[in-house]
């Protein structure tokens, strides 16, 4: 059982907007900042937000992040089928003194 | 460009032990702390242990805590996870992952991973 509670899966057409949610306490999310990374099918994960709401270079502004207490979100707008993929949050616990990840969120372009 | 290429993961008997390596390439290694993270067949991911940019600190999962040692030696731009004891459950694709400074910092690229299996 993760320390960080996501979604197992969520779906929506292309072109779309799909939130992933990613839940927490305040040991982790709520006093840490929020990363999030995409895994395709076969693939190593991939860095897709930093400090809770940043794009590395090279994201597409269409991925966004934000954080509200000891809860963060993952935005995707304009959908594509390439963006089929496991998504997982992330963040350090302070009371752990560990990296914790959520459980990971399928997302399904219908 | 980050390049982090691991090796050492083989099929091993339960209670033996295995030595990961990663070697790194792309940035300056001692700027960066340096974490290995797993994931089992079709499971999520899970963070095994962590390594602060100079080696003084070290951190690990309750999973990996007594049976499991990470180090790094910035002089060879390499990192290592030295596992013993080794139990079924350890097996996983290991992923060698570069971190921001220190431990609790932000965790950004990934290497391609090194399959472990353990199994009698």
């Known amino acids: 059982q993760s320390v960080l509670t996501q979604p197992p899966s969520v779906s929506a057409a292309p072109g779309q907007k799909v939130t992933i949610s990613c839940s927490g306490s305040?040991?982790?999310?709520?006093?840490?900042?929020v990363s999030w990374y995409q895994q395709l099918p076969g693939t190593a994960p991939k860095f897709l937000i930093y400090?809770?709401?940043k794009r590395p270079s090279g994201i597409p502004a269409r991925f966004s992040g934000s954080k509200s207490g000891t809860s963060a979100t993952l935005g995707i707008t304009g959908l594509q089928t390439g963006d089929e993929a496991d998504y997982y949050c992330?963040?350090?616990?302070?009371?752990?003194?560990?990296?914790?990840f959520g459980g990971g969120t399928k997302l399904t372009v219908l | 460009e980050v390049h982090l290429v691991e090796s050492g993961g083989a099929l091993v008997q339960p209670g033996r032990s295995l030595r990961l390596s990663c070697a790194a390439s792309?940035?300056?290694?001692?700027?960066?702390?340096m974490h290995w993270v797993r994931q089992a067949p079709v499971k999520g991911l899970e963070w095994v242990s962590g390594?602060?940019?100079?080696?003084?600190?070290?951190a690990y999962a309750d999973s990996a805590k007594g049976r499991f040692t990470i180090s790094r030696d910035n002089a060879k731009n390499s990192l290592y996870l030295q596992m013993s004891s080794l139990r079924p459950e350890d097996t996983a694709l290991y992923y060698c992952?570069?971190?921001?400074?220190?431990?609790?910092?932000?965790?950004?690229?990934w290497g391609q991973g090194t399959l472990v299996t353990v199994s009698s």
């Open positions: 305040s040991s982790n999310i709520g006093n840490n900042y």
């Open positions: 792309g940035f300056t290694f001692d700027d960066y702390a």
């Open positions: 390594i602060n940019w100079n080696g003084g600190r070290v």
């Open positions: 992330g963040t350090w616990d302070s009371s752990l003194s560990a990296w914790v």
């Open positions: 992952v570069r971190g921001l400074i220190e431990v609790s910092g932000m965790i950004d690229y």
């Open positions: 400090d809770n709401d």
